[in-house]
């Protein structure tokens, strides 16, 4: 399936390009920059990025299921991504920003 229509980079490109970097060293964090350099592009409109996440992560849980052979050892990366807080919400809900107040705004 076609990931990156920009760059013209498939699923199977990225599971390849992934699967890679763990044979390199199974413990290291594989980030969509790390994946378009490894495949000699660059992002352009990055709207990919959040579709090549999700097949970091699920190509990386299967690398190291095979790799330890025992899922009970292993910790579920998409569950301890949703238990962490939302650092920017407050951001995007109207906290402060480079603690400016709202009342002291010129103009």
Known sequence: MLVCQC???TTK???D?????LDEDPWQL???ARVYKEAGKRGQCCG???NIVDI???VTENYHLMLEGNAANLVDVRTRLKGLPKST???RNGGDHERQRKSHRAA
């Open 17 to 21: 390009i992934v699967v890679g970097i």
């Open 56 to 58: 970091i992560q699920k």
């Open 7 to 9: 760059n013209l980079i």
């Open 48 to 50: 990919c990025v959040p």
């Open 13 to 15: 490109d990225i599971e």
């Open 30 to 32: 594989v980030v969509p």
């Open 89 to 91: 919400s407050r951001m």
